[in-house]
């Protein structure tokens, strides 16, 4: 259901666009949003002449030029890239790795900002694709320290993806995993969204709710037992450098 007034209007066109789905038709955006068609092409007209669409070939519509200067200006001026990116040379400095800051919002989770130390990452999330919430370290690094009202939703809807990678078969369950999660301070998964990839991850905290994570992935060949342990130590203690340096 499409929100009544205009701004959100407006916004639930742009919404549409996603990796799956990067270009649509006027007739399709009507069809999906159930809007007429002089109101359809008066917010597009708007939209394509503030940038953030752009008319492709056979009449459809893509996002536009001004999505990729926002783009630009957030890399500049979010303050959690600025302080997690000493950590993220650090950490991708030290040890054969992807070391990535992932921001969490809504029900979903963003790179907003990595480092490679390989030439081929095993990472395969780059800044702005949209992780799964139910699967990996850095989600459950976050669910881990949600309150049970908030983290209960999240449960039950990804309760098939966490069964999948064996964080538990019933609520109780996935629930004691992940208050195992949080006396750790870290999560770590093996394989669960890249095969083959080791990630390992800590919540980034405001007033000790989750924000966002800090995670790093290495290849599952180089990630042997005591190197997972310290590995867990150091990016535990970076999230918590970064969580005090985004409250000061």
Same mark, same amino acid.
């Given at each position: 259901m499409v929100k009544a007034n205009s701004q959100d209007r407006v916004l639930a066109v742009l919404d549409l666009f996603t990796e799956a789905r990067p270009q649509w038709s006027p007739e399709e955006l009507m069809k999906e949003l159930g809007y007429t068609r002089p109101t359809l092409y008066r917010y597009l007209k708007s939209l394509k002449d503030s *940038?953030?669409?752009?008319?492709?070939? *056979?009449?459809?519509? @893509? $996002? *536009?030029? =001004?999505?990729? &200067?926002? +783009?630009? $200006?957030?890399? =500049?001026? +979010?303050? /959690?890239? @600025?302080? #997690?990116?000493?950590?993220?040379e650090r950490l991708s400095a030290a040890h054969p790795c992807t070391a990535l800051v992932v921001r969490w919002y809504g029900e979903k989770m963003l790179c907003v #900002?990595?480092? #490679?130390?390989?030439?081929?990452p095993v990472s395969s999330y780059p800044r702005g694709r949209p992780m799964a919430m139910g699967r990996g370290a850095i989600a459950r690094s976050i669910m881990a320290f949600l309150p049970k009202q908030r983290v209960m939703p999240l449960v039950t809807r990804y309760a098939a993806d966490l069964r999948s990678v064996g964080v538990g078969d019933t609520s +109780? &369950?996935? /629930? #004691? @995993? $992940?208050?195992?999660?949080r006396r750790a301070g870290v999560a770590v998964a093996f394989g669960e969204v890249t095969p083959g990839a080791v990630g390992i991850a800590a919540p980034i905290l405001d007033a000790g709710y989750p924000i966002a994570s800090l995670c790093i992935t290495i290849a599952g060949p180089h990630a042997k037992g005591e190197l997972i342990d310290r590995i867990s130590a150091e990016v535990s203690e970076a999230a918590r450098q970064i969580s005090e340096a985004m409250t000061c």
């Open positions: *940038g953030f669409v752009m008319p492709t070939r *056979g009449g459809r519509f @893509a $996002l *536009g030029p =001004r999505v990729v &200067e926002m +783009d630009y $200006l957030s890399r =500049r001026s +979010d303050p /959690l890239i @600025a302080a #997690a990116t000493p950590y993220l #900002a990595s480092i #490679a130390s390989v030439v081929n +109780d &369950e996935i /629930l #004691a @995993a $992940l208050k195992r999660v």
